[in-house]
């Protein structure tokens, strides 16, 4: 299978044909169980994208549950909750009952760990 610039040099030297036939001329088929050919397009064209310098889902940082790119807002609930995600505190490594000292400011929030040496600085 052809990755990067070998992959975007192969795309261009075929020009116009069918996605089937791209796909297969840069190895992106495998074989089914009975013998005939599957042409891989998902992997041809994350291939393709990633070649392009464009990442798909290649790590887990900003990416939360279901594959979802986190957003990195928050929105108060009807309750007056203000809830952070799991994803987040996952990023954190954060554990059920670690606790934090709430600061308020003009308009802002912040959360700082019980023990950190940030817990005592106003």
Same mark, same amino acid.
């Given at each position: 299978?052809?990755?990067?610039?070998?992959?975007?040099?192969?795309?261009?030297?075929?020009?116009?044909?069918? $996605?089937?036939?791209?796909?297969?001329?840069?190895?992106?088929?495998?074989?089914?169980?009975?013998?005939?050919?599957?042409? !891989?397009?998902?992997?041809?064209?994350?291939?393709?994208?990633?070649?392009?310098?464009?990442?798909?889902?290649? &790590?887990?940082?900003?990416?939360? $549950?279901?594959?979802?790119?986190?957003?990195?807002?928050?929105?108060?609930?009807? !309750?007056? !909750?203000?809830?952070?995600?799991?994803?987040?505190?996952?990023?954190?490594?954060?554990?059920? &009952?670690?606790?934090?000292? =709430? $600061?308020?400011?003009?308009?802002?929030?912040?959360? =700082?760990?019980?023990?950190?040496?940030?817990?005592?600085?106003?």
């Amino acid at each position: 299978m052809l990755t990067g610039a070998d992959l975007l040099t192969k795309v261009k030297e075929l020009g116009d044909v069918s $996605k089937t036939d791209l796909a297969t001329a840069c190895g992106y088929v495998s074989k089914k169980k009975d013998g005939s050919d599957r042409v !891989n397009f998902t992997a041809f064209y994350e291939a393709l994208l990633n070649a392009k310098g464009i990442e798909l889902g290649g &790590g887990s940082a900003g990416i939360g $549950k279901g594959g979802r790119k986190l957003s990195y807002t928050a929105k108060v609930q009807g !309750n007056g !909750n203000l809830l952070v995600g799991k994803a987040y505190t996952a990023m954190l490594d954060l554990n059920p &009952g670690d606790e934090f000292e =709430i $600061k308020l400011g003009k308009k802002a929030i912040r959360l =700082i760990p019980v023990g950190s040496e940030e817990e005592g600085e106003e």
